[in-house]
């Protein structure tokens, strides 16, 4: 199971009810915090986030609207006592900490992240998946018919190991573990330009989060500035045929209705995100939780 929490879903420059890209995603007693755009700490103490175990940081890539709250945010963490290590994923040219390579960033095990290469002006772009790893559930009732006792040696099959008992028979992993299935992913894309490198990493994600600049009656627009329209995000979603589809990255130009209208036409299951949106991502089923702002009220007021 996955969480993400949006703190800033505008493209290029903040509006009244829009913070620039930042995202927290939460699994286990891991947290990441996906792009970095300037005002994220206001944004993560109004999400009631705060910094706690906040010491993953992963880059899309080294525009300003997404990396501009960098700084703060360390300055703050080298304040912080208990966050002791930053660890930051990005491209050789987002920031010179930790050069990512197209791979496996990190595993547990039943966890891995992996980066994608994303096409987008200036290059060094990257993905990310968070994925749960495929399982093999243990089959208690074969265990009991093959006489192996509980303990250990169930331990040791489940891990993969044959074990022989104490009568001298051997047992293999294969006669008590069921066919594999496969956990929660969550794919995450920053801007891109394109969407045709994009199928294979994301197909199947319960969850994909991509960026939706334009709308296609302005595709050449969001051609030239490399950027997607809704239409291009709902086309992919649906190809690589994923549970939902997650809008960000929304233009000042256009109201949240247009946008989702534009996608859902395409793929129904979409929902553009608003700052402050808590998402659950299950195996075959990502939902909308609740918006975490205590405050909403309140902006209706001051806009
Ligand atoms: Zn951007
Ligand atoms: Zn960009």
């Keep these: ?4 929490v949006f703190l800033g879903t505008s493209a290029a420059a903040p509006s009244i009810r829009r913070n620039l890209s930042a995202h927290v995603v939460l699994h286990k007693e891991y947290r990441f915090l996906v792009d970095c755009g300037e005002g994220t700490q206001r944004q993560l103490l109004k999400s009631g986030l705060g910094f706690k175990r906040l010491n993953k940081v992963l880059l899309t890539h080294s525009h ?24 930051i994923f990005g491209g050789r040219s987002t920031l010179s ?5 197209p791979g496996r960033l990190m595993e547990d095990d039943s966890f891995e992240l992996i980066a994608f290469p994303v096409t987008h002006r200036g290059g060094e772009c990257f993905g990310y998946l968070f994925r749960e790893k495929p399982r093999r559930p243990f089959l208690v009732d074969k265990a009991e018919a093959l006489g192996v006792p509980p303990g250990p040696e169930r331990r040791r099959l489940v891990a993969g190991e044959s074990v022989t008992l104490s009568d001298g028979r051997t047992i293999h992993p294969d006669e008590v573990l069921g066919p594999e299935i496969r956990g929660a992913a969550l794919a995450h894309v920053g801007d891109t330009g394109r969407t045709s490198d994009l199928i294979e990493h994301v197909r199947g994600a319960d969850a994909l989060v991509i960026e939706s600049t334009y709308l296609d009656a302005e595709a050449d627009l969001a051609r030239s500035y490399d950027h997607l329209t809704a239409a291009q995000a709902a086309r992919l979603a649906r190809d690589a045929q994923v549970g939902q589809l997650i ?5 000042r130009r256009y109201g949240q209705k247009q946008v989702l209208a534009e996608a859902q036409a395409i793929f129904p299951n979409t929902a553009v995100a ?11 089923k990502s939902t909308l939780l609740e918006n975490l702002t205590v405050e909403e009220e309140n902006w209706h007021v001051a806009a």
Excluded: A, C, P, Y
């Design 97 to 101: 900490f930790v050069d990512v390579k």
């Design 1 to 4: 199971m996955f969480e993400i």
């Design 64 to 87: 300003l609207d997404h990396i501009l709250g960098l700084g703060g945010l360390l300055s703050t963490f080298m304040r912080w006592e208990t966050i002791e290590e930053v660890e």
């Design 247 to 251: 809008l960000t990255h929304i233009s």
């Design 274 to 284: 608003r700052d402050f949106d808590r998402f659950r991502v299950l195996k075959d």
